[in-house]
């Protein structure tokens, strides 16, 4: 079936890089998301990419996809206290629907 | 960019009361609209999907005849929480399809 693991915490410094890793089953995923969650609030999309692409670079972020592994990473450069938030990886199944992780904690500390 | 709301933000009610929570995009068109719930910490949950002029699809595990979905117009989505419970209590988030999905801010139900 399908299904998106995330780790579930990640604690950087400000100014240092961010990481955040995702894994993914279903090898049919057109298209792979990162959406960011601010506390109370509704889901912010950040950035995507499709199956057929390695990386895709947009300012401070960078996504990697690893296709053969079925391994996503979101890459936050010069990472900021604003970056403070839960990450959520998801993938688009081939029935259209969105597969979320469990969503990933960010805590960027001054 | 695209902008989707929702109605309210938050809502407390007595058990056994009904609450509706509106979704609505505002500077697109949605044939597609989509319900989630959400559980404290954990992931977003797909409910069902809604789309204009015909049933809503459920997702299995989730009662149709609780979550009363009405999808009349290409910009505007209702989720109805029937006989609400405590167990309801959650955080429902809506989302709407053009070409990308967007997501509304988020509704907080609290049932007393």
């Known amino acids: 079936g399908e299904d998106v693991e995330q780790s579930l915490f990640l604690s950087v410094r400000e100014g240092d890089s961010s990481v955040i890793n995702c894994t993914y089953t279903d090898s049919s995923s057109t298209y792979l998301y990162w959406y960011k969650q601010e506390p109370g609030a509704g889901l912010q999309l950040l950035t995507y990419?499709?199956?057929?692409?390695d990386m895709k670079q947009d300012q401070r972020l960078t996504v990697l996809l690893n296709k053969k592994d079925k391994h996503l990473s979101l890459r936050i450069a010069d990472t900021q206290t604003g970056d403070s938030a839960i990450y959520f990886c998801?993938?688009?199944?081939?029935?259209?629907?969105?597969?979320f992780g469990q969503g990933t904690t960010l805590q960027v500390k001054p | 960019g695209a902008v989707v709301s929702q109605h309210p933000s938050w809502v407390i009610c007595k058990s056994g009361t009904s609450v509706k929570i509106e979704c609505r995009s505002l500077d697109f068109q949605a044939t597609t609209m989509f319900w989630y719930r959400q559980f404290p910490k954990q992931s977003l949950m797909l409910m069902a999907t809604?789309?204009?002029?015909?049933?809503?699809?459920?997702e299995q595990g989730v009662e149709k005849d609780k979550f009363l979905i009405n999808h009349a117009s290409l910009t505007l989505s209702t989720l109805t929480v029937t006989s609400a419970h405590p167990e309801d209590s959650s955080f429902y988030i809506c989302s709407a399809r053009s070409n990308e999905q967007f997501f509304g801010p988020g509704t907080r139900l609290t049932v007393l």
């Open positions: 990419i499709f199956s057929n692409m």
């Open positions: 998801a993938e688009k199944s081939n029935t259209g629907k969105l597969i």
């Open positions: 809604s789309n204009e002029g015909s049933k809503a699809t459920y």
